[in-house]
């Protein structure tokens, strides 16, 4: 470590149009100064135009951070993949945390996963955590007032399911044969184990499970914290996103490079084919009871 707080890092956060000021203020917040090790730099990329509120939301984060904020605009949409490499050539520092811009990270998020990172002989290139399932909460337009306590769920908020990714480096590149072994939201990773293995490539919804496959396959060291230190945001659209057709077909894309790149066995390709994609195909009452059933348990009684 370079001292008492550890190895500077960068914050990476993708914004598009689609996303909700309120939402984005309290996510910038939770990461921010609310980090009881907070960030040197907060990258932020707007992909593409965006509403007038988000673009006020956006300039009065750039200007009143008590983080320095880099911004990145584009001036057209180009997807998460370009949006998240623009953002990665602007960071200044090897470590980077990721952030999505509807999520709330724990105030000792990066205190618990940087010492993984930026020191010793057990060092780690990439590492996430577990996260908390939430839905509910204040109305929209009201949340950025909201003085939240610093990440914990807030008034009328629903700890639905708490997802656990497997832990050490082994277990996490047998997972990733199947299932992407860490939660997206979650992941601080070194800059340079990202470039070797060619960084982010352009896959509707599965940008992020491609690059953690390429980065294993190259040699990087992961691990995973088994305490929660995100909540991430469901909305009603979720399980909706996790199928249809437009994902069937990322998903066929991705078998057939994972296969071509020999990170999977031609057997294993035929299992996903069938399995993953027949989940992308289901009904999405049934794909909610399969992903929970097989990825997530129940949060703790608050009793």
């Known amino acids: 470590m370079s001292g008492p707080a550890g190895e500077p890092f960068s914050l990476l956060l993708p914004v598009y149009r689609r996303d909700s000021p309120a939402f984005l203020r309290r996510a910038f917040r939770s990461a921010t100064h609310l980090q009881t090790r907070p960030p040197a730099e907060v990258v932020l990329v707007r992909d593409g135009p965006v509403p007038d509120a988000l673009a006020r939301a956006l300039d009065e984060l750039t200007a009143t951070s008590s983080v320095p904020v880099v911004r990145v605009d584009l001036p057209a949409n180009r997807g998460l993949a370009v949006a998240l490499e623009e953002g990665l050539a602007r960071c200044s520092h090897e470590l980077v945390a990721r952030m999505d811009a509807d999520d709330v990270s724990l105030p000792h998020r990066f205190a618990v996963q940087l010492p993984l990172l930026d020191g010793g002989v057990d ?52 997972r990733a044969r199947f299932h992407s072994p ?122």
């Open 123 to 174: 060092t780690c290139d990439v590492v996430g955590s577990a996260l908390e399932e939430f839905s509910g909460g204040p109305a929209e337009d009201a949340v950025g007032e909201v003085d939240d306590d610093e990440g914990a769920a807030g008034a009328g908020e629903t700890t639905l399911a708490v997802r656990t990714p497997p832990a050490g480096h082994d277990a996490i590149a047998v």
């Open 182 to 303: 860490f939660n997206h939201p979650t992941v601080v990773y070194r800059r340079s184990a990202v470039a070797r293995a060619g960084g982010y490539r352009d896959l509707p919804l599965l940008e992020d499970y491609w690059l953690f496959t390429r980065m294993i396959a190259t040699g990087a060291k992961a691990a995973n914290v088994q305490q929660p230190l995100v909540r991430y945001r469901v909305g009603a659209g979720a399980y909706a996103r996790r199928g249809g057709l437009r994902l069937l077909r990322s998903e066929l894309v991705l078998q057939r490079h994972l296969v071509a790149e020999g990170f999977t066995t031609p057997a294993q390709f035929v299992r996903n084919v069938l399995v993953r994609g027949g989940y992308r195909a289901v009904p999405q009452g049934l794909r909610r009871l399969a992903y929970r059933a097989v990825f997530t348990r129940r949060p703790p009684s608050s009793s």
